[in-house]
């Protein structure tokens, strides 16, 4: 079982509608990220969170550390935010920036 | 755009070439990884280096070999590989090498292994 688990692996939605992703983990963390994958390989940064909620646009992500839980919440989806979607935890403690990842959403948003 | 880039974007190779993938950023940063994605597996660390120095070697083979001459610049030469590295190998940096540092990622160089 990995340590970074994602739901779901795969998900369509039509444009406009609200999306939601969400990460699980079961080691402890200093931090969790979310970032985006687009056909290519290229990988930004979405979110570095280790509390409460962040918002950016039309992108948000909560984080819940008692549960060990992220979601990505994404408002009035847009076939350009088509992409992967990936969740990774810093190790809490850790000496080096040593993320663990999860496998990732796949997020199709259809016209 | 990240600012950081990688090139080849995409190379192909036997299993007796020799090859190097090289990244560079001019952030100014310090810290510079080395990513493989294998299909339908998660990110896998292979190497951080923090100042020029190697920091992490997460348990990867020798015919990886890493190589990082200043804080810009970043390689990974390739020998006798395996059809099983064929992955897409993604280089990052970030300000630092401790927790909760940003990454920024390459577009990645897309490897195949004949």
């Known amino acids: 079982k990995n340590e970074v688990e994602q739901s779901p692996q795969n998900l369509t939605a039509q444009e406009g509608e609200f999306i939601t992703i969400n990460c699980s983990y079961s080691?402890?963390?200093?931090?969790l990220h979310w970032l985006q994958q687009h056909p290519g390989g290229g990988i930004v940064s979405l979110f570095m969170?280790?509390?409460g909620k962040k918002k950016h646009g039309r992108l948000i992500a909560t984080i819940n550390i008692q549960e060990k839980h992220s979601s990505l919440h994404i408002t009035a989806s847009h076939p350009r935010d088509s992409a992967v979607y990936i969740c990774?935890?810093?190790?809490?403690?850790?000496?080096?920036?040593?993320?663990?990842f999860g496998t990732g959403t796949l997020l199709a948003v259809q016209p | 755009e990240t600012g950081v880039t990688q090139t080849p974007r995409h190379l192909v190779m036997g299993m007796t070439n020799k090859k190097s993938l090289k990244c560079e950023q001019h952030?100014?940063?310090?810290?510079m990884y080395w990513y493989k994605q294998s299909a339908k597996k998660p990110l896998e660390l292979m190497f951080v280096?923090?100042?020029?120095?190697?920091?992490e070697n997460n348990s990867v083979p020798s015919r990886f070999s890493p190589e990082c001459p200043n804080s810009s610049h970043l390689f990974l030469h390739l020998h006798t590989l395996q059809p099983e590295d064929s992955a897409l190998y993604l280089c990052?940096?970030?300000?630092?090498?401790?927790?909760?540092?940003?990454?920024?990622f390459g577009s990645g160089t897309q490897l195949s292994v004949l």
């Open positions: 990052a940096s970030s300000h630092g090498d401790r927790d909760n540092e940003k990454l920024f």
């Open positions: 080691v402890g963390i200093s931090a």
């Open positions: 969170l280790s509390s």
């Open positions: 990774a935890v810093v190790l809490d403690g850790g000496a080096t920036n040593k993320l663990i």
């Open positions: 952030l100014g940063h310090n810290a």
């Open positions: 280096y923090n100042f020029k120095e190697q920091t």
